[in-house]
């Protein structure tokens, strides 16, 4: 499929999902070589979970086909710009690149607002609107080491 027909599916699984009362409109799949290995649409509302976003829905999906955690060689075509989560999401899945539709400023024009998300995340961590504080951070760091000497662990 061509990169318009892979967009358009991802418009069309946004639109299923607005009818169906499921989320806003924001579609997404996961392409390798022009052949579709994922797909999802925003399931806020029907799962009560926040992070259900198209993006994320569809990784999910993808990885869950392929057997792995790693879509690297794989595109993503989102019906919106990525908020940080779904960036976040994408850079861990390793996906080569972003296809989307409307912008951040356009949702934004429609209630889906991120712009504060994004300016949140750049803030140094004491200047951010939600406070975070380390605790119990030796035994923290035993954990990672105790992690680090673990025979035959995975990096990801």
Sequence with gaps: MNEESLMMRAIELARHGMKRGDGGPFGALVARDGGIVGEGWNRVL??????????????????KRLGTFDLGGCDIFTTGEPC?????????????????????????????DDR??????????DERRIP????CRD????????????PGRRIY
């Design 132 to 135: 975070s504080a380390s605790l």
């Design 116 to 125: 504060e998300f994004h300016r949140q995340m750049c803030l140094p961590r």
């Design 46 to 63: 029907s799962t009560r979970d926040p992070t259900a976003h198209g993006e994320v829905t569809a990784i999910r999906d993808a990885c």
């Design 84 to 112: 940080p989560m779904c960036l976040g999401a994408i850079q861990w899945a390793r996906i080569a690149s972003i296809r989307y539709g409307f912008s951040n400023e356009d949702a934004a024009d429609i209630g889906f």
């Design 139 to 150: 035994e923290a760091l035993r954990l990672a080491t105790d992690y680090a000497e673990m």
